[in-house]
């Protein structure tokens, strides 16, 4: 598949994703030369990894979109909507490489009046970016004629990344130590400490305390990992006689939808009690090994399901 063609899926969202997608590598010499730190990590880490997903998700609703054209005509509607996003996520990256090259923070920064007038441009555009998506989420349920496996990764997909966009909103509140001694930051995603404390390589994930971060992660690309999942399958299905059932397919990706949703509330309810995602206590532990038991036996169940007759009528649209 060529660029050009890549590009017709919908252009507005595939030039943002280009666009980033070129950023990375100048974020990654920025992180190499300039010497920089801010809160622990290098001052052009987060401009960096924010192009890397800016990028997966505009790719991403890119070719959903052409799903959407193909099968549902025109629709305009979703058009707009796309291009609406496309632009709110340019907006947030500018927002982003202007206070990265200030040699300050862009979220929750109320220092100064430019400080929290960037900090509300960018706000803005977080919000109207979810609603769109909310949109399309919506439109993506009027598709018809897929597999129900595929169908059901889509949707799940879509609707779980809107929950994990959606706790990102979490951050966004003081916390006690700021009320209690403003210093122009309100919110953070470290949960117990102050932001920028020890964190795992790359991501920076809080390795003494709760992080937010990790479920708005998680949550997020859901849309990728899910239909990932099923193309897997849908590959797996030429040499395994089993998978060549739509409904092992199908229940397969129930399965593993439950336990996504399982581990994204397992992981908010972890970081919100202020716990390291490498360190949990003995409940998160044995709620994860409870949900690991589910997953598995869920699984089992749909491998050694009855072959039974599958309605066809996705194939003809109905």
């Not at 977080?126 to 990764?153: K, M, N, Q």
Request: net charge positive.
């Amino acid at each position: 598949m060529s660029l050009r063609t890549a590009l017709a899926w919908h252009r507005p969202l595939m030039i943002v994703g280009v666009s980033c997608a070129a950023l990375v590598p100048l974020g990654l010499l920025g992180v190499l030369l300039d010497p920089r730190v801010l809160l622990g990590a290098p001052i052009w880490l987060k401009p960096t990894k924010f192009a890397v997903s800016i990028a997966i998700f505009c790719v991403t609703w890119a070719w959903l979109y052409a799903q959407l054209r193909e099968r549902r005509g025109r629709a305009r509607t979703a058009f707009v909507a796309g291009t609406v996003a496309a632009l709110a996520l340019a907006i947030e990256m500018v927002v982003l490489v202007v206070q990265a090259g200030r040699g300050t923070t862009s979220h929750f920064n109320m220092t100064t009046p430019l400080d929290s007038t960037l900090w509300a441009v960018m706000g803005g555009s977080i919000v109207v970016a979810w609603l769109v998506t909310l949109w399309l989420t919506a439109a993506l349920f009027g598709l018809r004629g897929l597999d129900p496996a595929r169908s059901l990764a889509i949707r799940a997909g879509a609707v779980l990344a809107l929950v994990g966009m959606a706790l990102g909103f979490l951050m966004t509140g003081p916390t006690p130590d700021q009320l209690s001694d403003f210093q122009g930051i309100v919110g953070a995603h470290t949960v117990g400490l102050p932001d920028g404390g020890p964190g795992l390589a790359v991501v920076g994930w809080s390795i003494d305390g709760g992080d937010l971060r990790i479920p708005h992660f998680v949550g997020m690309h859901a849309l990728q990992l899910l239909p990932l999942l099923l193309i897997g399958l849908e590959l797996a299905a030429a040499r395994v006689a089993v998978l060549a059932d739509p409904g092992v397919r199908r229940d397969l990706v129930a399965t593993s939808t439950a336990g996504y949703i399982g581990l994204l509330a397992l992981l908010t309810w972890q970081a919100l009690r202020g716990q390291p995602l490498l360190a949990p206590d003995a409940w998160t532990a044995a709620a994860f090994g409870v949900l690991v038991v589910g997953v598995v036996a869920g699984a089992v169940l749909a491998l050694r399901r009855q072959p039974v007759p599958v309605s066809r009528s996705w194939r003809h649209g109905r």
